[in-house]
Nanobody, 127 residues
Framework: QLQLEESGGGLVQPGESLRLSCEGSGPVLDYFDMGWFRQVPGKEREKIACIRGTDGTSHYADSMKGRFTISKDRAKNTVYLTINAVTPEDTAVYSC????????????????????WGQGTQVTVSS
């Protein structure tokens, strides 16, 4: 059973960069396509990006292109989400998810396409 744990959230100031981590325990993450999502209370979950387990190809939601970068470290069994130049609108709970391999194509998969989820990490952007 795959377990995912996010970390790296917290309070950051506008304009700063932030790297979130999603560490997997159990199966190797290369067996899965991984995704990052975010959600603000009262709003729908937003998809951000995904990365393939097979070859590391990544894709982004159109609204998330430019400031977000998804990456992975096979040795650490960890997927990352880097957010540059954060704004207060980036305040949300960020979650990672794992799903079937080769689902990471455009348009990127939605939440229903993922099987395993972490608990999420809160990011608050405020001066």
């Amino acid at each position: 059973q795959l377990q995912l744990e996010e970390s790296g959230g917290g309070l950051v100031q506008p304009g700063e960069s932030l790297r979130l981590s999603c560490e997997g325990s159990g199966p190797v993450l290369d067996y899965f396509d991984m995704g990052w999502f975010r959600q603000v209370p009262g709003k729908e979950r937003e998809k951000i990006a995904c990365i393939r387990g097979t070859d590391g190809t990544s894709h982004y939601a159109d609204s998330m292109k430019g400031r977000f970068t998804i990456s992975k470290d096979r040795a650490k069994n960890t997927v990352y989400l880097t957010i540059n130049a954060v704004t207060p609108e980036d305040t949300a709970v960020y979650s990672c998810a794992a799903g079937t391999r080769d689902y990471c194509v455009l348009p990127i998969p939605g939440a229903d396409d993922y099987t395993y989820w972490g608990q999420g990490t809160q990011v608050t952007v405020s001066s």
